[in-house]
């Protein structure tokens, strides 16, 4: 088994779904277009002024399930220094701006992030040249994000154990199998208190690298303490970055 160790950040993570009276496409529009830059910049005025602030900043757009719907429309992932509190009230129960108008509010889950492959040499991020360079898009991948949810009872300390040596190495060697390109795991920082224990990224060059992986991948006893009806499987061709 591989050691792996968090990274020095936090990783906070929004999870998106847009409002009834809204499109996705009208979401993902006040999204980019218009949520992503006012982000930007807040974070660069508080660098500016020496203060705490993201030092990274994306948004990974998920595709309609089978069945076409959308569990969730999304979820942005800002890296910091330091834990944020949990706020008093959801972002966006009063908007303040176009996008918040057209999702519902959300609010804050704090993750610790395990890079078991990092591949960032396969994913670059390339800032747009006709434009403001950031907020960029990255597509033409298959991403596949786990929300993982645990049983009711679970203890979270053998659950978390578990997923970072023997479903990690399990996984890990798939993967080197199926051309996968990145794998991310991060773990709820309260896990009792939120939707999820956690959360899978597994990064895939096209949707034929998912496929092999799913044929090949088999249980390695980390069932015992999740919920496969609750846990959600999505996958994504986009991303949209904010903060590289």
């Known amino acids: 088994m591989t050691p792996i160790t968090p990274g020095q950040d936090y990783k906070m993570q929004y999870l998106i779904k847009r409002r009834e009276t809204s499109s996705r496409e009208e979401l993902v529009a006040h999204w980019f277009a218009n949520h992503m830059p006012q982000v930007i910049a807040a974070m660069q005025h508080q660098a500016d002024a020496g203060k705490p602030h993201a030092t990274r900043y994306m948004a990974t757009l998920f595709d309609a399930l089978p069945d076409g719907t959308h ?18 009230t959801a972002h966006g129960t009063e908007p303040t701006d176009s996008f918040q108008q ?5 609010t804050p889950w704090p993750t610790r992030e395990y890079v078991v492959i990092d591949g960032s040499a396969h994913l670059p991020i390339e800032p747009l040249t006709l434009n403001a360079p950031f907020p960029t898009t990255r597509s033409g991948l298959c991403k596949i994000t786990f929300l993982v949810k645990s049983q009711p009872d679970a203890d979270h300390a053998a659950l978390f154990d578990h997923w970072l040596t ?3 190495d399990n996984v890990r060697a798939v993967l080197q199998k199926t051309d996968g390109l990145r794998y991310v795991i991060s773990h709820s920082i ?8 956690g959360m899978a990224e597994l990064y895939f060059a096209n949707v034929e690298g998912w496929r092999a992986y799913k044929a090949l991948i088999q249980p390695d006893g980390m069932e015992q303490w999740v919920q496969d ?12 970055i904010g903060i590289a």
């Open 71 to 88: 569990p969730w429309d999304g979820v942005a992932q800002l890296w910091w220094p330091l834990l944020l509190p949990r706020p008093a």
């Open 102 to 106: 057209r999702a519902l509010p959300y």
């Open 166 to 168: 023997i479903h990690a």
């Open 190 to 197: 309260e896990p009792e208190h939120d939707l999820y224990a």
């Open 229 to 240: 009806e609750g846990t959600l499987v999505l996958r994504t061709q986009t991303e949209m």
